[in-house]
């Protein structure tokens, strides 16, 4: 788990999203969020529209990555990237295991525009063919 006790499980790839990108070592492994998260978020914390759009944000990290709108997986920064509306375009940044024993994570956290969104699926349309 996270090196510090101190986490909670916040979901788990979703069985469409690890056929996709073929993530099958990944299948039932919990996401966690550590303390950490928050030192991430500091960065982005004045990018966001208002603090409740921050801790609505926050709040729903479970709902992102449990019905986003949109996913996209970098292979070469190991991670997936969950889109979701909330009051803004937001993205839950989930970056897989880098090291053995340790579950996928959620490392940022941060408000994005529709354009970066349609360019990453247009991306993602492209490699996926």
């Known amino acids: 788990m996270a090196k510090n006790n101190i986490y909670k499980v916040v979901g788990t790839i979703s069985n469409e999203i690890i056929n996709k990108y073929k993530l099958f070592e990944y299948k039932h492994l919990p996401i966690i969020q550590t303390l950490s ?8 914390v004045n990018e966001f529209l208002s603090i409740d759009s921050y801790n609505n944000t926050i709040t729903n990290i ?9 996913v996209y997986y970098d292979p070469h920064k190991l991670s997936l990237l969950y889109f979701k509306e909330l009051k803004e375009d937001v993205c839950v940044v989930v970056k897989l295991n880098l090291r053995k024993n340790k579950n996928p994570y959620v490392a940022t956290v941060y408000p994005v525009n529709k354009r970066k969104i349609e360019k990453l ?3 993602s349309y492209i490699i996926n063919r």
């Open 37 to 44: 998260l928050y030192i991430h978020v500091a960065k982005h």
């Open 62 to 70: 479970p709902k992102i990555i449990d019905d986003p709108n949109f």
């Open 121 to 123: 699926k247009e991306l």
